[in-house]
C-alpha cells in the first residue's frame, strides 16, 4: 500500500514525429483500436509475462489487494476499492494509468478524445464523413487519460454527466441538439480511466445518473438520451459503511461494479518501514532519520490501530506514521539549528515531539476524554522499548548500566550529538550497541549519539537506569 497519493506524472513534451498524424496514414501503419479495457488487461499480462512490476510505489498488497485487482482488471470489471483512510486507495487507482498505452491517437480537436477510427460525437462524425483518410489525428499521452473527482456533497450531475450549454441555445440550437450539451466529467474520460474518490458522499440522486454510464453506456440530460457509446473504465473509493455516516452506494450502482476490492493497513511491520522510508520527505527537511527510529515509529502506529482505547473504525492512517517521521527530522534540524549542529540526524529524545504534533490525527474511543497524551506517551514507549529489545537482543547492556550510574550522561533536545558522545563511557557494549544500529564508520556524532540514546531508553525503560529533567530541560540519565 501507500500512504500519500502523489500526482500523474508531468506529460512529456510531445509525441515521436514519425506517428502518423492523418486517419489514412494510421491505417496504413496497421494500428488496431483497442478499448480501454482490454488496453488495460493487455499491458497487465504482458508484465506479469515478462516479471515487471505493474504497480510501482504501491507498498504491502503484493500477496492480498493485488492479485485480487489484477484479476478484477483481466475480466474488464469496473472496481471499486474498500477500505478505512490512509491505506493507499488513491495511490492505488492513480497507479492505474501507468498500464494504459504510453500514447493513443485521437481525433484532433475532438471534445471526448475520441478514436479516429470511432467518432461517436455528431461534430466529430460529420467531420470524419467530409474529410475521409484526411482526418487529421493527434497523439494524447496515458497521463492524460486518467480523471479523478473527488465527491462532495455539491457534486451536480451537470459535474459528472454534463448539461444544457445555455450559449449554445443563444446562438439558435435547439433544446433538442446533441450539440446544445456541455460534456461532464465522465464523457470527457472516455478512452480513459475515471476514479471518484469517497464515493458515497455523492448524493444518491447524483449515484443515479451514473448507473446508465455504468451499463448501457449512454448519457441522459434534460430528459433526452444522446447514445454515446463511451469506453471508460470507472473506478471508485469508499470507506466502509460502518465508518462513513455521510452515505452510501446506492444498490444498483453497487450491484453495476464488477468487483470490491478490500484494502488494508500494512500486515507486517517490513512493509510499515517500507512505505515510511518511501512516502516521508526526509531529504526536502534535510535531517537523517535513523532506520531504528523509523521503526519506533512504525511500530507505534501498529500499537495505535491494536489499541482498543483509539477508534478502529475511524482507523490510523498510514500518514500518521508518515508525519511522525517528518515530525521527527523537524525537530532534529531544529536542534541543529539551536545548537550548531553540521548534519541534524534525529534521536530517540526527538520522538517525544509527536504525540503533541499528531494527536489530532487519531479518533479516541469514547471513555478516553482526558487520557489521551497518557495513552500516546504510554504506548509511544512501548514501541521503543520493543524496538530495542529486538534491535539489540543479545547485547549485554550491564557494563554501561553500571558505568552510567556512577558517571550520569546528560541528553535533550538542546544537547548537541557531540557533547552527548563526549559524555558516554569508554565500554565495549556501545562498540556493539553502535554496530546493531549502523552507527559505526562514521566521523559523524549524530548516529552514534541516536544509538547510545536508544540503548539507554532501554534501560530506563526497564527499570535498570533512572532519568530526572534538569531545570534547563535537559534530562540525567544516572543509576
Known amino acids: 500500500m501507500s500512504g500519500r497519493g502523489r500526482s500523474v506524472s508531468v506529460v512529456p513534451a510531445t509525441p515521436a514525429n514519425d506517428r502518423p498524424r492523418t486517419l489514412g496514414a494510421l491505417r496504413a501503419s496497421g494500428h488496431e483500436l483497442r478499448g480501454v479495457k482490454n488496453e488495460i488487461r493487455d499491458n497487465l499480462i504482458a508484465a506479469l509475462r515478462a516479471g515487471r512490476d505493474p504497480w510501482p510505489g504501491i507498498v504491502g498488497f503484493e500477496s492480498t489487494v493485488l492479485p485480487q485487482l489484477e484479476r478484477a482488471l483481466i475480466a474488464g470489471h469496473d472496481v ?11 495511490r492505488l487507482l492513480r497507479s492505474l494509468v501507468n498500464l494504459l498505452d504510453e500514447w493513443t491517437p485521437v481525433i484532433e480537436g475532438s471534445e471526448l478524445s475520441e ?21 487529421p489525428v493527434a497523439w494524447r499521452h496515458r497521463d492524460e487519460r486518467y480523471t479523478e473527482k ?4 455539491d457534486t451536480a450531475v451537470a459535474d459528472l454527466i454534463g448539461d444544457v450549454d445555455p ?9 433538442g441538439d446533441p450539440e446544445t450539451i456541455h460534456y461532464g466529467l465522465v464523457p470527457r474520460a472516455h478512452r480513459g480511466v475515471v476514479a471518484i474518490n469517497e464515493l458515497p458522499d455523492l448524493a444518491e440522486r447524483i449515484q443515479v445518473a451514473l448507473l446508465n454510464v455504468m451499463e448501457e453506456r449512454d448519457i441522459q440530460v434534460r430528459g433526452y438520451t444522446l447514445r454515446l457509446p463511451l469506453d471508460v473504465l470507472l473506478v471508485a473509493s469508499a470507506n466502509p459503511e460502518d465508518y462513513t455516516n455521510r452515505g452510501r452506494i446506492i444498490t444498483p450502482l453497487k450491484d453495476r461494479f464488477g468487483a470490491e476490492v478490500r484494502t488494508h493497513y500494512p500486515l507486517e511491520l517490513a512493509d510499515e518501514i517500507a512505505l515510511v522510508e518511501q512516502e516521508a520527505e526526509l531529504a526536502r527537511i534535510g535531517a537523517d532519520v535513523p532506520r531504528h527510529l523509523i521503526e519506533v515509529i512504525a511500530r507505534f ?7 482498543s482505547s483509539i477508534d478502529q473504525g475511524s482507523g490510523v492512517s498510514a500518514r500518521f506514521a508518515v508525519a511522525a517521521a517528518e515530525t521527527v527530522a523537524a525537530a532534529a534540524l531544529r536542534r541543529a539549528a539551536l545548537t550548531g549542529e553540521a548534519h541534524p540526524t534525529a534521536r530517540p529524545v526527538d520522538l517525544e515531539s509527536v504525540p503533541a504534533v499528531l494527536r489530532g490525527k487519531l479518533e479516541f474511543a469514547s471513555g478516553e476524554e482526558g487520557r489521551e497524551d497518557e495513552l500516546l506517551e504510554h504506548l509511544l514507549r512501548r514501541a521503543t522499548a520493543d524496538t530495542a529489545r529486538f534491535r539489540l537482543r543479545g547485547v549485554d547492556l550491564a557494563p554501561l548500566a553500571d558505568a552510567v550510574a556512577a558517571h550520569p550522561v546528560r541528553t535533550g533536545e ?4 557531540a557533547e552527548v558522545v563526549a559524555a558516554l563511557p569508554a565500554v565495549d557494549t556501545l562498540t556493539e550497541v553502535a554496530t546493531r544500529l549502523d552507527a559505526g564508520g562514521t566521523e559523524d556524532p549524530g548516529p552514534m549519539a541516536s544509538a547510545a540514546e536508544l540503548a539507554l531508553e532501554l534501560l530506563f525503560l526497564t527499570r535498570r537506569l533512572a532519568k530526572d529533567e534538569a531545570d534547563d530541560g535537559d534530562t540525567v540519565r544516572y543509576g
Open 414 to 417: 538542546r544537547v548537541p550529538a
Open 150 to 153: 473527488l465527491a462532495t456533497p
Open 115 to 135: 478514436h479516429p477510427y470511432e467518432p461517436i460525437t455528431p461534430l466529430s462524425r460529420r467531420r470524419a464523413a467530409e474529410l475521409g483518410d484526411d482526418l
Open 167 to 175: 450559449v449554445k441555445v443563444a446562438e439558435g440550437r435547439s433544446l
Open 301 to 307: 502506529a501498529r500499537h495505535l490501530r491494536d489499541s
Open 80 to 90: 471499486v476499492l474498500l477500505g478505512e483512510r490512509g491505506q493507499g486507495k488513491t
